[in-house]
């Protein structure tokens, strides 16, 4: 079966670090993009970054341009999330999501339950 | 960057009814970028429409997806108690990423 699961949140001072890992397992991970969601509390879905299969094409939400960067490991069919200079802002509960195959239609066809970071002092 | 507006933010209904969804984009959407997700809570979003109307493996028929250019409806044809819960819209701006309305909450009257 198909899954990815989430790790590497916690509580974090502002200003701080941040390393979140995805593992990916039950399917090919280097075919797929992927990408972060997160959801901060009582708000909806924001979408953080992607990259492509071969990490040649990476993108960002504006907000997170600069601070956050994605990256993979397709050796070990992980993706990951560096935040640096978090802010109370950042506070959300962090997504992996996976981008269906084919490129004629763009939506996220698996994701995780999420892990959950909280930046607070 | 094209915004979504999902509308109502709350629907009250009672299971057995017809639920509408709204989503509005701030320009014209092509149709196989616009996907809709349901999100409960401590679960992972899931898909269940993509390319606006084409429902993803294992979605019941109850749920259809339609429209074009900036509005899309999400339309839940008899309310099971199993989908109450919060839709997303969601759109793909190519090099800009992936943006998503604000939800729409579906509870129980």
């Known amino acids: 079966e198909a899954q990815l699961v989430e790790s590497g949140g916690g509580l974090v001072q502002p200003g701080r670090s941040l390393r979140l890992s995805c593992a990916a397992s039950?399917?090919?991970?280097?075919?797929?993009?992927m990408h972060w969601v997160r959801q901060a509390p009582g708000k909806g879905l924001e979408w953080v970054a992607g990259l492509t299969l071969n990490s040649a094409n990476v993108g960002y939400a504006d907000s997170m341009r600069g601070r956050f960067t994605i990256s993979r490991d397709n050796a070990r069919n992980s993706l990951y999330l560096q935040m640096n200079s978090l802010r109370p802002g950042d506070t959300a509960l962090y997504y992996c999501a996976r981008e269906a195959l084919g490129g004629s239609y763009w939506y996220f066809d698996l994701w995780g339950r999420g892990t959950l970071v909280t930046v607070s002092s | 960057e094209i915004v979504l507006t999902q509308s109502p933010g709350t629907l009250s209904l009672s299971p057995g009814e017809r639920g509408t969804l709204s989503c509005r984009a701030t320009?014209?959407?092509?149709?196989?970028?616009l996907a809709w997700y349901q999100h409960k809570p401590g679960q992972a979003p899931r898909l269940l429409i993509y390319?606006?109307?084409t429902r993803a493996t294992g979605i019941p028929d109850r749920f259809s997806g339609s429209g074009s250019g900036t509005d899309f409806t999400l339309t839940i044809s008899r309310l099971e108690p199993e989908d109450f819960a919060v839709y997303y819209c969601q759109q793909y701006g190519s090099s800009r990423g992936y943006t998503f309305g604000q939800g729409t909450k579906l509870e129980i009257k």
């Open positions: 320009q014209s959407v092509a149709g196989r970028y």
């Open positions: 039950g399917f090919t991970f280097d075919v797929y993009a």
């Open positions: 390319g606006a109307s």
